[in-house]
Antibody, heavy 126, light 110 residues
């Protein structure tokens, strides 16, 4: 059973860099069928896709955050990471990591997030 | 790109059916079958209940069903149960190769 365990500080100062890591257990990271994604949820609000990273380092980012985001993956340590720089109070949110599925089977092509981490509340405050 | 539009709340009595709408545009819901629905309990991570507009992951009750017409997708929960009380979010792949999410709908079981 795949599990995603998130880690990282819960408090970040304005203008600094938010850094989170998601450790994968129970499944291989090195498949072209799976990207590894980050999604956030501001307090009392909806979900916002931040971006995805593939095991080879290929990334895709939300255009609204692209200038401040970077994602990386370390398959030897079985984890992937998110960095968001120049944070403000508007970046305060619960951050989730998730497995993004993109695969063909007998019924066609499928895209969805299936497994999610537990979520980490990151507060931006001085 | 704007969020997908969902009603803020929907309610129903046990045993009834409810439907949650998710309205997007030709650039997302209207272009692909890659529409998903997630169920979220307070303080918990979202859980996939529908993908590809109408497919259910293994282990999801057949009381959950999805459909799409034009730029609007819908999630129907039939035979409403107390445990269905949660927030529900839709999402859609877009022509920009990004994901959009809805603002979420709070389902209340009366």
């Amino acid at each position: 059973q795949l599990q995603l365990q998130q880690s990282g500080p819960g408090l970040v100062k304005p203008s600094e860099t938010l850094s989170l890591t998601c450790t994968v257990s129970g499944a291989s990271m090195t498949s072209t069928n799976f990207y590894w994604g980050w999604i956030r949820q501001s307090p009392g609000k909806g979900l916002e896709w931040i971006g995805n990273v593939l095991f080879n380092g290929d990334t895709s980012y939300n255009p609204s955050l692209k200038s401040r985001v970077s994602m990386s993956v370390d398959t030897s340590k079985k984890h992937f990471s998110l960095k968001l720089n120049s944070v403000t109070a508007a970046d305060t949110a619960v951050y989730y990591c998730a497995r993004h599925v993109g695969l063909y089977d007998s019924s066609g092509y499928h895209l969805y997030f299936d497994y999610w981490g537990q979520g980490v509340l990151v507060t931006v405050s001085s | 790109q704007s969020d997908l539009t969902q009603p803020a709340s929907v309610s129903g009595s046990p045993g009834q059916s409810i439907t949650i709408s998710c309205t997007g545009s030709i650039n997302d819901v209207g272009s692909y079958r890659y529409v998903c629905w997630y169920q979220q309990y307070p303080g918990k991570a979202p859980k996939l209940v529908i993908y590809d507009v109408s497919r259910r992951p293994s282990g999801i009750s057949d009381r959950f069903s999805g459909s799409k017409s034009g730029n609007t997708a819908s999630l129907t929960i039939s035979s409403l149960q107390p445990e269905d009380e949660a927030d529900y979010f839709c999402s859609s792949w877009t022509t920009s190769s990004t994901w959009l999410f809805g603002g979420g709908t709070k389902v209340t079981v009366l």
